[in-house]
């Protein structure tokens, strides 16, 4: 079965031919750094987490042990997905303590990513 791996573009559904590029022929060139700046004028304790070296080591440990593969993709769509990010299954707004938690941290593709974040957002009110 060959891997293959979404487009990074948030909501963009089409697949990258090579598994080295970022994003599909349509979304090359784009970035998240107007986000990220965003981010990080409003709030820098939550960003300077996310360029800890604690949070690095923990969210390279999850990627192993999930394999680099979507968990949501594959336990709801049996599909194989190469996962480029690391979800905290209880955002770490709302369970602050269990950000560097194991178990409450699943590797997940941009788009499955983008989706539960949407959904935290109507759950959890944030």
């Known amino acids: ?22 994003y599909c022929e349509e979304h090359k060139g784009h970035t998240n750094k107007q986000y990220n700046q965003f981010r990080e004028t409003y709030n820098k304790e939550y960003v300077s987490f996310y360029k800890s070296t604690a949070w690095r080591k923990k969210r390279k440990q999850a990627l192993r042990r999930d ?4 968990r949501r993709c594959k336990d709801e769509f049996g599909l194989i997905t190469i996962a480029t990010l690391v979800d905290h299954i209880q955002p770490s707004k709302i369970a602050w303590e269990l950000r560097l938690d194991i178990d409450n941290l699943q590797a997940m593709c941009d788009e499955c990513h983008a989706i539960k974040t949407a959904e935290d957002k109507i759950k959890y009110n944030l």
Do not use: H, L, P, T
Not at 67 to 70: A, K, P, S
């Open 1 to 22: 079965m060959q891997i293959k791996k979404r487009c990074n573009k948030q909501g963009c559904r089409e697949f990258v031919e090579d598994v080295s590029q970022a």
């Open 67 to 70: 394999e680099y593969i979507c």
